[in-house]
């Protein structure tokens, strides 16, 4: 083979580049979003989400429902093969699902199938998952990272399968198939002709992606004609000034990624733990708090709005979606108030300012958290109702730290598994759950397996609503921000805006010149 | 980085003392030294390894750092347990010295893929860099030491030495984004970051067997296009690492350029009518370059360290960002693995620099 | 050599202030050595003092995001407000670069007082009493310093901090995992001289006195054993900074609100360069390239003072009152100089 | 100044270059005077004061005088290899130029050609990376175009001229694979190549051992003889001035204080500097010195039988042995003159006997305490009995503690006095007894001259009233007028205290000043032992033999008879080694 062959191809196509990071080609193997990202383009799901919508339908399936709360039954469309020919049957599915569960790897998203209790296929088509206890996420679950279906004839059922054999096993089922992969550092995309989904035949033949270290190197390369479309990440600045170019374009697009303050109750000012405890307080200093920061600053001044403000923990665009907080605090239409966060405090007796310990870590949610928590320091001392202390501390001791209840006061950030809003309430509210600031409210649990059980979508949305008001009333974190999609793209490229929804994910499929 | 010149290592006259101690051997004896000095590898891998082992379990564990915000407290414990990080320390470090015995380094913990490979598919990229920054380093750092020995303490020298001081004082991360700036956004000559445009990369990629020495596969090629292409990536990196290496060179010649211009041989040849020029290119030179090659040695390890930086700067994708990363993902298996690797490529590279100085030294041929 | 330090210790009439090391070195200077040494002196002196009077240089705190008039303006192009700008982050630029100074000097300090301590020690104890601990350490030293420096900054220093940033939590972290780095050298050299002198005469002659090994040690051998560490200790000085800055440009440094670091500025103003902003990166840059050359200036010069073979001598002939301005020579008519380009003694 | 008369025939015509009537052509090198200045840390130095100097061809003029005196510096001037430091004015005119006044080109044209030098330390004069034939070849080639196979194969011719054998394979050899005296000659064939008409040799045979002193000096008197070359020859060994030099000239202090033709100069020195240095030269004579017989074992100080010391190899290799099965033993109050070639073992004994190196094999008794094998916690209750005098008095001192600290060591060590205070009465009495001015105390050492301070070593060798010295070539740094004092010094008070002596010295003249009885010591054997005038009187092994006879003695007629017997002495060698 020669290198002219490669660059012709390429030629036509398209070139994204990005700075995500891949761990892994194996859906096994992997639980990240540099990852899925690329699972995305090149493996079909039993259930995903068309462009434009976060709700699912099916994908790879003809038809999928619950025969019973506890049992989903799926049948696959007609025909279905992988890019190397071998059919994609029910047995494949099974294999997929069971191997998710034996490999259970470290780095895998084995425990979204907590609640699967077993796959079968009885036919070549049919495919029945049976499940512990009502779950209506489960046809989300089947399009996350969990669900990426692969062929039995090349990955390994107890062990991840390398890149390599994948690449040259061809056992893509989506979009696109993947002609030369090196990780990290550049993959060759081709449109696949046995993908027959919800997403349609992808509208480019070829398509090209780099990796990139640096987020400058990206920002220079879209800046320069190398890549015609830039996703993921560019800096506030490098945006506000691709901004000003007038051959790119740049999209926003909803995103699903949450930025938020997390409430320790034992160790926070008057937590069940201090010598000065006192629910009343502590939820006076947490409604104070929310009534005085001020997300349309984070928004502007950090992010140059490539955050927007958040008022709940579920973010804008997903079914079900409301904005609690805006109301609750502050001067009610989102902003701060400090006149009425003085009289929250007062009226609950709590003598200010308060001292807080607020806890960062500058190197897990971008370089911005630096700017973020100083802002945010300076607004709740502006205030005069606190004394900050600010304190960062690397991710990987961070996130042993804070279960140990060592912050009282700290900062979290959500990327979603699916685009349910469940997904932004179960994991953070139900009994021991992964947060473990020992906010423990029997009413939101409640609310919340009724909620996932209810299969009636009008019921289901306004339990949704109900679980979000609940806690913005108690406040166990204190959501802030919520990103957007952005990409810069080269001019004459096309259906960018398509595949921005939230969904959050990005396929190139719907990309054209 | 660390910086170490002829007259720290070797205070003493330039003359090479240590070696000649190893004359009185005999004809066995240059085999046993080199048989007791590659032997010396294995103490300084194990002390590194060890350190390494110990240090990484300190700063935490891959799987914390990887989902750590993910999963519940009971999940997480589950999957430290299952991958054996919950066990005695103690325990694991017997059970990784055996491996290490056993050659075996392990697969890394964030992306599962083995030591050897990842040592193989960027330990040749760190190579190529490392190589041409050497190219740049000798090339520029050479001459240039002993034109400032010649002209000693007149302003061409004063100029030199302030340069070279610049070179070093200069952070690569800082002279790196200056050069991208000026050579690839500026004026547009060179490209940014990479080892190679991605389609070419890919085309690389594809020949058989490649070497994953971007510019032997090139070669290998015989495309104009796709050489050019790879060498004018390389034209910034090398510059960057290159002249850093370059400054430190510089200062190491000319001071012992002048040490040895200062021995009684330099005046007895003198003395014989030998002119000023060939005095520093013959008589000086050579003898000087037995301390600066031992050093030049130790210098690998900081090229190494070096290319680090530099690798992150121009998104040149080698073992050392590639270490960087599992760092930032205290993947210690992969760190580990990679400085094991990295620990037995500096022992062996003075191991080697030592057998040039001694080929260069006739007075411990044997 | 044998001329151990009968050159460094001059004129024992002087009066004392003459003799101090950097100023007795400057009298011995001579020429460009004098000019760099001088130039080199003079930047050292400007940082030690805009960090001690940081306060009151500076306009505004490292972490300062307002003022009485508000909050600053991000990115703000300097101005008679701000001077270089403000950075990304609503820092005053010139206020970040005047108080990183103080960072910069602090995290030195640290290195090189605890890395003098710890390798003097070893270096003394283990060149002198050789023997198997001698062997060992030297291995221990030879692998430590075999490993890419930085990366040992940077895992000492994650587990030395716990990953957290504050100010004096990062300038000892930084700090000590410098030192880690710099203990090989110390100790090496130490040794190397330990090792020397254990052979002199003057300390065989304590020997066959009878005077103890500790004595011995410390009243002969480490008294002598200094000579080399001025030098070595600018070079260090010059290899933290810079260590230093490179662990901020990767973030394990010290936070912004903690205290101000150049390399996370300099990390902090990456994009900010790439879309024209200058000013944020560019201070902080010749900052640090400044202050290392400054350092490595005084460096090289007293290793060039140090070492006969290179120092500088000023020419013969003019009487005692012309030595000033010694550099140059003016020929009488009766003088005929030796060619300099001759004699490279 | 003496300018003396230049051209009378004093020295008698031995070869053909003398039998050329003398005119101003014949005048090789003239300076004249020539004043050379150093810009130093304290301020200048005159080292040259206006020497006026002449060499003709086919003569030897020896430079004599003490160190520092300027004769190296004078030597150089010739060569303009002086370092930028200096700054020279006056004439040295050398084939009709000023070799001061014309420009870099025409030095380096006169080098090697006109003017060549030979160093003192051969080792170090050659360039150890290159092959001798190289840069023998490389000198030739420096002036005019001459092929690489012609250059080398007068490098070739050259070598063999000077003795060395088999040159067609040694040119290619590297210096480390030549002996010192060997090294030697090639440095002095590099010389001889061009044929220059001035050869400057700045102590050509000091690094060297007598033996290969006198080879070396048979070296340059054939290059005299057989190509007539004139020769600087610098030296502070009046022995070996009385063996070559035509003519001498002394310096003192930068000034030529005496010139004359050596026989004369011997015969009848004019100045009373030149009388004072002719003086201070140990001379090997007779001394008739009182043996007393050891009667007693408790009489004895040290006992060494069967003393073997052997050295440890580096990295596991066989050791080296220094010392191979000696006995000698030393009496109370008795001095024990060791002597030897460089390397033979002497200082290797002495140390050991002060417990500085391991004893390995035999049996060492030190003052009733078996040295092999001993741990220093018994021994060191000892060191109290014995003192050491270092060879280099510079390098014994501790040059950050003053005279009085350093003296006051072992006091304070062993418990006399507190501290360097306490024990300063003590300290100066010491001070008084080698006649050294007690204020010097306060001085550091850096600060007393050579012999000053090799004084300031016997006091402190002498604070513990020791019954044991080891003194180990105590004045073979000091110049012969400062080591003539130092000796005489420790005579008496090696007679007024009465302490046994090992006394070790590469000079028999000086051994033989102050020993009873002599070993010498070859190749780690002691090959003779007995008293003075035996061992010197009638040696018996041909090495302490060859030893006598290759000593140059300060007396051109006496020196003739000397090198005549030393041929002899050569002759039935090889002879015997035919045989
Ligand atoms: N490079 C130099 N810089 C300063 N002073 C010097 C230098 N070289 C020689 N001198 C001084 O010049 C004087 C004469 O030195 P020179 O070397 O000629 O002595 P010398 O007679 O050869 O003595 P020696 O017998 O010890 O070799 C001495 O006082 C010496 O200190
Ligand atoms: N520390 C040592 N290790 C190994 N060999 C040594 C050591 N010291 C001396 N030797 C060797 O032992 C031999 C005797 O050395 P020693 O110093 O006793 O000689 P010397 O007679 O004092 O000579 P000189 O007249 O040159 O001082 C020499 O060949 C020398 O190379
Ligand atoms: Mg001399
Ligand atoms: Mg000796």
């Not at chain 1, 040259?168 to 990780?183: L, M, P, V």
């Not at chain 2, 205070?11 to 003392?17: M, T």
């Not at chain 4, 490389?138 to 490098?155: N, P, Q």
């Not at chain 4, 070396?216 to 030099?245: K, W």
Request: proline share 5%.
């Amino acid at each position: 083979a020669s290198g002219g062959d490669a660059a012709d191809d390429a030629l036509n196509g398209i070139s994204v580049g990005t700075t995500d990071v891949i761990t892994s080609l194996d859906p096994a193997g992997s639980y990240d979003n540099g990852s899925f990202a690329v699972q995305n383009q090149v493996f079909g799901f039993l259930m995903n989400s068309p462009y434009g919508s976060p709700d699912v339908e099916p994908d790879l399936a003809e038809s999928a429902e619950f025969t019973d709360p506890t049992t989903y039954t799926v049948t696959l469309k007609d025909g279905l093969t992988f890019a190397n020919g071998n059919a994609l049957t029910s047995s494949d599915v099974k294999f997929t699902f069971d191997r998710q569960l034996a490999i259970a790897d470290d780095n895998g998203p084995s425990s979204l199938l907590g609640n699967l209790a077993s796959t079968e296929a009885p036919d070549d088509k049919t495919v029945v998952f049976t499940l512990k206890g009502a779950d209506q996420t489960w046809p989300q679950i089947l399009s996350s990272p969990a669900g990426p279906i692969v062929d039995e004839d090349v990955f390994s059922a107890t062990s991840l399968t390398s890149p390599d054999d994948i690449v040259s096993g061809n056992a893509f089922s989506g979009q696109y198939t993947i002609t030369d992969y090196s990780e990290n550092e550049s993959i060759q995309y081709a449109a696949n002709d046995a993908y027959d989904g919800v997403l349609g035949a992808a509208k480019t033949d070829s398509v090209t992606a780099t990796y990139y270290t640096e987020e400058t190197d990206l920002k220079l390369a879209v800046q320069e004609g190398d890549v015609d479309v830039a996703n993921r990440s560019l800096s506030p600045t490098d945006l506000a000034d691709l901004a000003k170019d007038d051959s790119l374009t740049v999209h926003n697009g909803p995103g699903g990624e949450t930025r938020y303050m997390v409430f320790n109750f034992d160790t926070m000012p008057h937590g069940a733990t201090q010598p000065d405890a006192d629910a009343a307080k502590a939820l006076a200093v947490r409604q104070a708090v929310a009534g005085v920061v001020d997300r349309e600053a984070l928004a502007k001044e950090v992010y140059n709005d490539t955050y927007t403000p958040l008022y709940s923990v579920v973010p804008d665009g997903l079914t079900g979606a409301t904005k609690p907080l805006e109301s609750l605090y502050g001067d009610g239409e989102g902003g701060p108030d400090v006149d009425a966060a003085t009289s929250t405090l007062s009226s609950a007796g709590v003598s200010v300012p308060v001292q807080i310990d607020l806890q960062y870590s500058p190197d897990h949610y971008g370089a911005s958290s630096d700017e973020e928590y100083a802002l945010i320091k300076t607004q709740l001392e502006a205030s005069g109702l606190f004394t900050v202390n600010l304190q960062s501390t690397l991710w990987d001791t961070y996130s042993t730290e804070r279960r140990q209840d060592a912050y009282p006061v700290y900062q979290l950030g959500w990327f979603p598994d699916f685009s349910d809003a469940d997904n932004y309430l179960s994991p953070f509210f139900v009994k021991d759950n992964f947060v473990g600031n020992h906010y423990d409210s029997a009413a939101v649990q409640a609310l919340l397996s009724q909620e996932i059980a209810e299969d009636d979508e009008t019921a289901r949305t306004a339990l949704i609503g109900q679980i979000q008001d609940a806690v913005a009333a108690d406040l166990p974190t204190l959501p802030l921000l919520q990103g957007t999609q952005i990409v810069v793209s080269a001019s004459d490229v096309q259906g960018v805006d398509d595949t921005l929804d939230p969904s959050f994910k990005f396929r190139y499929g719907a990309l054209s010149r | 980085m660390t910086v170490l010149t002829g007259d720290q290592i070797a205070p003493e006259p330039p003359a090479p003392a240590a070696p000649r101690r190893r004359r009185s051997g005999g004809g066995g004896g240059l085999g046993r030294y080199l048989v007791v000095r590659a032997l010396l590898i294995i103490p300084t891998v194990f002390i590194l390894v060890t350190l390494v082992f110990f240090l990484m379990r300190v700063v935490g564990n891959p799987i914390t750092a990887s989902v750590g915000d993910r999963l519940t407290e009971a999940q997480l414990a589950e999957r430290l347990a299952a991958a054996g990080y919950d066990r005695p320390i103690i325990v694991q470090y017997l059970e990784y010295l055996g491996q290490i015995v056993r050659l075996d380094f392990g697969t890394t913990a964030t992306d599962n893929r083995e030591i050897s490979d990842i040592i193989v598919t960027y330990g040749a990229a760190t190579l190529e860099l490392v190589f041409y920054a050497l190219i740049v380093a000798l090339v520029i750092g050479i001459p240039l030491g002993m034109l400032a020995a010649y002209v000693r303490d007149r302003w061409p020298d004063a100029v030199l030495r302030i340069l070279a001081i610049f070179a070093y004082a200069t952070p690569v991360f800082f002279a790196g984004l200056l050069l991208k700036l000026t050579f690839s956004v500026w004026l547009g000559w060179l490209p940014l970051s990479g080892r190679a445009d991605t389609r070419i990369a890919i085309a690389l990629g594809r020949i058989e067997n490649p070497t994953g020495i971007y510019i032997l596969d090139a070669l290998r090629l015989g495309n104009s296009t796709i050489t050019l292409d790879v060498l004018s990536h390389a034209v910034l990196p090398a510059l960057t690492l290159g002249l850093l290496t370059a400054g430190i060179f510089l200062r190491l010649v000319r001071t012992n350029v002048i040490g040895t211009l200062g021995s009684e041989y330099v005046d007895a040849a003198r003395s014989r009518g030998v002119s000023e020029l060939r005095l520093v290119r013959k008589h000086a030179l050579k003898p000087a370059l037995i301390p600066i090659i031992t050093v030049m040695g130790l210098q690998i390890a900081m090229l190494l360290g070096g290319s680090v930086l530099t690798e992150t700067t121009f998104g040149w994708r080698g073992l050392g960002f590639q270490l960087q990363q599992y760092l930032s993902a205290r993947d210690f298996v992969a760190v580990q693995g990679i400085v094991a690797v990295l620990a037995v490529i500096v022992a062996v590279t003075n191991f080697l620099v030592d057998v040039i100085a001694a080929l260069i030294d006739p007075r411990v041929r044997y | 050599m044998s001329t151990t330090t009968s050159g460094v210790l001059s004129d024992r009439h002087e009066p004392l202030w003459k003799r101090l090391p950097i100023i007795a070195h400057v009298r011995r200077s001579v020429g460009l050595q004098r000019g760099m040494l001088v130039a080199g002196i003079v930047i050292c002196v400007a940082f030690v003092v805009l960090a001690v009077f940081a306060p009151l240089i500076a306009p505004y705190g490292y972490g300062q995001l307002s003022d009485d008039d508000g909050t600053f303006a991000r990115q703000a192009a300097p101005s008679a407000e701000h001077l270089w700008g403000t950075t990304v982050g609503g820092y005053d630029v010139f206020s970040r670069v005047v108080w990183g100074t103080r960072t910069a000097i602090s995290v030195v300090v640290v290195a090189v007082v605890l890395s003098i301590a710890i390798g003097v020690v070893l270096g003394l104890v283990s060149g002198y009493l050789g023997g198997w601990v001698d062997r060992v350490l030297v291995v221990v030293a030879d692998a430590v310093y075999a490993f890419p420096s930085l990366l040992l900054a940077i895992v000492v220093s994650i587990v030395i901090s716990g990953g957290q940033s504050s100010l004096w939590g990062g300038i000892l972290s930084a700090g000590i995992s410098i030192t880690v780095v710099f203990v090989p050298q110390y100790f090496r050299v130490v040794r190397a001289e330990a090792v020397r002198l254990k052979s002199e005469a003057f300390v065989e002659s304590a020997k066959v006195v009878g005077s103890s090994t500790p004595r011995i040690m410390f009243k002969h051998v480490l008294r002598n054993a200094t000579r080399s560490l001025p030098l070595i200790l600018t070079l260090n000085a010059s290899e933290a900074i810079l260590t230093l800055a490179a662990l901020g440009f990767l973030g394990f440094g010290i936070g912004p609100t903690s205290a101000a670091e150049w390399g996370y500025d300099l990390n902090r103003a990456l994009s900010d360069t790439a879309s024209g902003i200058w000013w944020t990166g560019v201070f902080p840059g010749a900052a640090i390239v400044l202050m290392v050359l400054g350092i490595t200036l005084v460096g090289e010069s007293l290793n060039d003072l140090a070492d006969p073979r290179l120092r500088t001598r000023r020419r013969a002939g003019r009487s005692k009152a012309g030595r000033r301005g010694a550099g140059s020579t003016t020929t009488t008519t009766a003088t005929t100089p030796v060619d300099p380009q001759e004699a490279t003694a | 100044m003496t300018a003396g008369p230049m051209d009378q025939g004093a020295s008698p015509v031995r070869h053909a270059a003398h039998d050329v009537p003398r005119d101003e052509r014949d005048v090789a090198v003239g300076i004249t005077d020539l004043r050379v200045t150093f810009a130093t840390d304290g301020g200048d130095v005159p080292a040259v004061r206006g020497v006026t100097l002449d060499v003709r061809a086919g003569e030897v003029l020896a430079i004599v005088g003490e160190s520092g005196s300027g004769k190296s510096v004078t030597a150089k001037t010739i060569l303009r290899l002086l370092p930028e430091t200096a700054v020279a004015t006056g004439a040295v005119v050398l084939s009709g130029q000023n070799v001061l006044e014309i420009g870099r080109g025409a030095v380096r044209e006169l080098r090697g050609t006109e003017v060549a030098m030979v160093f003192q330390e051969p080792s170090t004069a050659l360039n150890p990376v290159y092959t001798v034939g190289w840069q023998i070849a490389e000198g030739i080639r420096a002036h005019g175009k001459i092929g690489r196979k012609e250059a080398r194969a007068r490098a070739v011719d050259i070598l063999r001229k000077v003795g060395i054998p088999d040159p067609e394979t040694r040119v290619d050899y590297y210096p480390h694979q030549f002996s010192g005296g060997q090294k030697q000659r090639v440095v002095i064939a590099m010389a001889l190549v061009l044929n220059p008409s001035v050869i400057v040799a700045d102590e050509p045979t000091t690094a060297l051992d007598v033996t290969v002193q006198a080879e070396i000096l048979d070296l340059l008197r054939r290059c005299r003889d057989e190509f007539g070359t004139a020769i600087v020859l610098i030296t502070h060994n009046m022995g070996v001035v009385a063996d070559l030099a035509d003519r001498v000239a002394v310096m003192y202090q930068g000034e030529v204080v005496e010139q004359a033709p050596s026989a004369a100069l011997f015969a009848a020195p004019q100045d009373d500097y030149t009388k004072r240095l002719l003086g201070s030269v140990p001379v090997l004579e007779p001394r008739g010195a009182q043996v007393q017989a050891v009667e007693a074992d408790r009489d004895v100080v040290v006992r060494a039988s069967g003393l073997e010391i052997e050295y440890p190899g580096r990295l596991g290799r066989g050791g080296f042995r220094a010392v191979k099965g000696v006995d000698f033993s030393i009496a109370k109050g008795e001095v024990l003159g060791l002597v030897g070639e460089s390397g033979s073992g002497k200082t290797t004994i002495g140390r050991a006997i002060a417990g500085l190196t391991r004893v390995t094999g035999g049996s060492l008794e030190v003052l009733g305490v078996e040295m092999n094998g001993v741990h220093e916690r018994d021994f060191k209750p000892l060191r109290a009995d014995i003192g050491f005098v270092f060879q280099d008095p510079a390098s014994s001192f501790n040059p950050l503690l003053t005279i009085a600290e350093c003296v006051a060591e072992p006091l304070i060590v062993h418990g006399r006095a507190g501290d360097a205070r306490a024990a300063r009465g003590r300290v100066d009495e010491l001070m008084e007894a080698v006649q050294l001015p007690k204020a010097f105390g306060d001085r550091y050492p850096h600060e007393l001259s050579g012999g000053q301070r090799q004084r300031a070593s016997l006091a402190r060798s002498l604070a513990l009233e020791p019954t044991l010295l080891i003194a180990d070539e105590p004045t073979s740094a000091l110049d012969v007028s400062v080591q003539a004092r130092v000796l005489e010094l420790f005579r008496e008070l090696q007679t007024d205290l009465g302490f046994a002596a090992l006394f070790i010295s590469h000079d028999l003249a000086v051994v033989n000043m102050l020993a009873d009885r002599i070993g010498v010591l070859y190749h780690g054997d002691l090959v003779e032992n007995g008293p003075n005038d035996q061992v010197l009187g009638a040696p018996e092994h041909p090495y302490t033999q060859r030893l006598l006879a290759s000593l140059p003695v300060p007396d051109p007629a006496e020196q003739a008879a000397r090198r005549r017997r030393l041929a002899e002495l050569d002759a039935r060698a090889a002879a015997g080694e035919v045989a």
